[in-house]
Structure formats: structure tokens, C-alpha cells
């Protein structure tokens, strides 16, 4: 089985186990929100993301616009499962990396920023791979992820999802640039593929995000 095959089997695998219990889930909850430019935070006109939460994971689906043709771009859960520990009562960067009081990184030497390893002690952040795909022409895209609590298969950091229904959870789109002949299964299933490995991974940029709140 080639990666392609194995990541479309692990996908289809977990939402099976999500979305084969949702008639029978009454505890299942749904939130909507538009997605939100990197940049500036603003509101993008014409999207849509819909997180689902049940009692064994949750599942987003996004309809978002403006990516670039051609363009490889994944999608990432970003669960932060004590929330009420985050910094300043707002969970965000700063958690996870170390900030200075103009919000700035805080660098290491060799110009990469250091973990705030309390801060994602103590909201119990991780971070997982939801989606991934090559941007049509038009740079419409629609994509959608499940995870399963404790499941850490395409976790990058983290111990995974404790609480599906307590977590606040961020969705992150991230742009690999231009789609490299031969290395397309890296740059759509992990999150620096096709981007260099040092601070900052250029070309890789994240472009777009949501914000979940639980009981919201």
C-alpha cells in the first residue's frame, strides 16, 4: 500500500468510527464559524467551517475560498484540552511558543523559537493532521477531518483529545506553496512537506484559521 492509500485508509477509518455513531450520539453538539485570515484575523466572505463534536471525537468540514491554484494545503487541529489554563484566559500562540510583550517570537540562537513547554502542559495542547489536498483552479477548496479521542496517529506534539465536548479546538490551514512533482504525498500529509527545515519553513505559511470554544 503506497502513503497516499494508507492516509486516505487512516481517514476513512476514523471517520467510520465518528460519524457511524452520530444517529445514535444525543449528546452530539454542532458550531459554525466563518474562517479567519492569518494576517489580520479578519473574517473571509464565503466561508464556512462546522465543527461536529460526539462523545468518541469530533469532525470538521470547511468550504473556504481565495487559496492559490496549483497549491498544496493542509489542515490541522489544534486541541487545547484545558482551556481554562491558557494564558491570559485567551488560548493562542503564546501558549505554545514563547512570546515577548509585543507578541513577538522569542528566538533561540539558530533563529528557531523554543517551545513554551508550560504552556502546553498546562492547557494540554497537541496538534494533528486533519486534511490535505492540491488546490483546484478557481482556489475553492472543501476539505474535512476526523479525530477520535486518545488518537494520536497523525499527531505532530500531544497526547491527543482527552474530552471532545470540553476542548477548544483551533482548525489551521497551511500553505506549502506550489505543488513538487514527486513530493506531493509529503507536502499534503505533513506539515513542513516541500518546505525548508529551518526556522521558518519557508515556503510554508499558515493562511487561514477557526476557533471553536466548547459550550459556545
Do not use: Y
Amino acid at each position: 500500500m503506497n502513503n497516499s492509500s494508507k492516509f486516505v485508509a487512516i481517514s476513512t477509518g476514523l471517520a467510520m468510527a465518528l460519524l457511524g455513531g452520530i444517529s445514535a450520539m444525543a449528546g452530539g453538539s454542532t458550531q459554525s464559524s466563518a474562517m479567519h485570515d492569518f494576517s489580520d484575523a479578519s473574517a473571509i466572505a464565503g466561508t464556512e467551517a462546522t465543527l461536529i463534536r460526539m462523545g468518541g471525537g469530533v469532525h470538521v468540514t470547511i468550504d473556504t475560498v481565495g487559496l492559490t491554484p496549483g497549491n498544496a494545503v493542509t489542515v490541522w487541529f489544534i486541541v487545547f484540552n484545558s482551556p481554562e489554563n491558557c494564558s491570559g484566559g485567551e488560548c493562542g500562540e503564546d501558549d505554545i511558543f514563547n512570546l515577548d510583550a509585543d507578541g513577538k517570537f522569542i528566538l533561540n540562537s539558530d533563529g528557531s523559537p523554543p517551545m513554551n513547554m508550560d504552556g502546553i502542559g498546562a492547557a494540554n495542547i497537541s496538534a494533528h493532521r486533519a486534511d490535505g489536498l492540491i488546490i483546484d483552479a478557481g482556489g475553492n477548496a472543501q476539505f474535512q477531518g476526523s479525530l477520535v479521542v486518545g488518537d494520536v496517529s497523525e499527531a505532530i506534539f500531544g497526547s491527543g483529545l482527552v474530552d471532545a465536548h470540553l476542548a477548544e479546538i483551533h482548525i489551521v490551514l497551511r500553505d506549502h506553496q506550489a505543488a513538487i512533482a514527486g513530493n506531493t504525498d509529503e507536502m499534503i500529509n505533513t506539515f513542513n512537506g516541500g518546505c525548508s527545515d529551518d526556522w521558518p519553513h519557508e515556503p510554508c505559511e499558515d493562511l487561514q484559521f477557526a476557533v471553536f470554544k466548547h459550550g459556545t
